[in-house]
């Protein structure tokens, strides 16, 4: 992603990792997004590949078989993302962090070992299951439960709209282990895909982010160990939180990111569109917008690099801030790919051209890892 202003965060190291990484999802990811969206998956070879590279998992250490980035180089990775024509498509698929942030933070010696080294290599991918069909941001009320039966949990209940759902090997799945508890009684268990009475349902037809592989699942009397269970029991949404706020850095930074390509795609784009005799950014409404958008766009890299910053300071990731900039980073990527997508014309509508796919993958920013309400809520109990 070209930098439109200094940012001193980052090291030579970075930005060779940087380089190296836009150069990957050059060749192996835009290069060949048109096929795997006709074929309707991203093929294996990809995964593979990224893995070699160090570019799955990126920040699970080296004692756990990841590439042992340290968290600039995960910013690295959402802002390449964000700002790659791929990106669009399949920036859910392969971004993973959370759940390897859940696993590495709360997961038992046995389960880093077992997951995160193939999470790493690309030979295994992971889902994270909360939301229910009767249940979204009202985590308290899920009904998906675990029964105790000696060593096992019997798990019954069902999960939508489960990014990965369609092709992951294993799930961290909240469940109710204590239902009389709410919120308290929740937990996370693990459940791979091969276990009897893991059903996998509809692979859900999508407005964008469309090689991501969303679905329904559905758990009927599947028996897995107890040890299985990530963290301990009732902690779930401690557990959760650990992977929700490194999301809530990764999804503003793919939304700053995938504005930016739709700033620099509408200035290359209005400077060589012609209308009434003049380039289409020569007419001052062009420069005004523009002018608007360039700024918004450096406003919010300034809160996103205060953020960053204050992670290397403290190690910790502010849970308020983080939901400030869940709220207004994908807000101002609405405003922004909107802007874009009219100053292309017909062409902002053509799948074709790379503002058309950023602007529908921009629409799911709002809502998923908390919609934009929720975050509100959560800043405004901190007033
Ligand atoms: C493409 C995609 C991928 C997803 N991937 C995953 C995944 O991998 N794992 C997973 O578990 N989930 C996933 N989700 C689900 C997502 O997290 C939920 O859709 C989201 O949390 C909202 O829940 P809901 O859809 O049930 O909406 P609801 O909770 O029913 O909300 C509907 C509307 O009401 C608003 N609202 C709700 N409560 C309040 C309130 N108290 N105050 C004010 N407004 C409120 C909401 O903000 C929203 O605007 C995904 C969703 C999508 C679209």
């Not at 889902?127 to 105790?148: H, K, L, N, Q, Y």
Request: with cysteine; charged share 25%; proline share 4%.
């Amino acid at each position: 992603m070209p930098y439109h202003y200094t940012r001193e965060l980052f090291s030579e190291e970075h930005e060779i990792f940087r380089a190296s990484y836009r150069h990957f999802l050059e060749t192996e990811a835009d290069a060949h997004v048109d096929e795997w969206l006709k074929a309707g998956r991203v093929p294996q070879s990809f995964f593979t590949k990224a893995g070699e590279m160090g570019f799955l998992a990126v920040g699970v250490p080296e004692e756990y078989g990841g590439p042992g980035g340290d968290f600039l180089c995960r910013v690295i990775i959402a802002e390449e993302l964000g700002y790659s024509v791929a990106g669009a498509s399949i920036a859910p698929l392969v971004i993973g962090d959370g759940v390897s942030e859940i696993l590495f933070h709360n997961g038992s010696e046995e389960q880093r070992h077992k997951w995160m080294p193939p999470m790493a290599k690309g030979e295994v991918r992971m889902g994270f299951a909360i939301t229910e069909p009767d249940s979204g941001s009202d985590v308290a009320s899920i009904r998906t439960s675990a029964v105790r039966d000696g060593d096992e949990y019997i798990i019954n209940g069902a999960k939508t709209y489960i990014g990965n759902a369609a092709f992951a090997d294993a799930f961290i799945v909240a469940c109710k282990t204590q239902p009389e508890l709410g919120m308290k009684g929740i937990s996370m268990i693990i459940v791979e895909a091969d276990r009897p009475g893991f059903v996998r349902g509809r692979k859900l037809e999508k407005m964008g982010s469309h090689l991501s592989g969303t679905g329904e699942i559905a758990f009927q009397d599947v028996r897995v160990p107890v040890s299985n269970l990530v963290g301990t029991e009732g902690a779930g949404m401690k557990v959760v939180m650990t992977g929700l706020n490194m999301d809530r850095i990764t999804w503003p930074s793919i939304a700053h990111a995938a504005s930016q390509r739709a700033f620099d795609e509408t200035v290359t784009f209005t400077r060589n569109r012609r209308s009434f005799g003049q380039a289409i950014i020569d007419f001052q409404n062009t420069r005004f917008k523009l002018a608007e958008m360039k700024t918004e766009l450096a406003v919010g890299r300034a809160f996103l690099d205060d953020l960053i910053r204050d992670y290397l300071k403290t190690g910790k990731l502010d849970t308020i801030r983080c939901a400030m900039a869940k709220i207004w980073l994908p807000e101002m990527e609405g405003r922004i790919i909107d802007q874009c997508v009219q100053f292309h014309g017909g062409a902002g509508y053509m799948d074709e051209y790379p503002v058309s796919r950023l602007y529908t993958a921009a629409r799911l920013h709002r809502i998923f890892a908390g919609t934009a309400e929720i975050m509100r809520l959560m800043v405004g109990r901190s007033i």
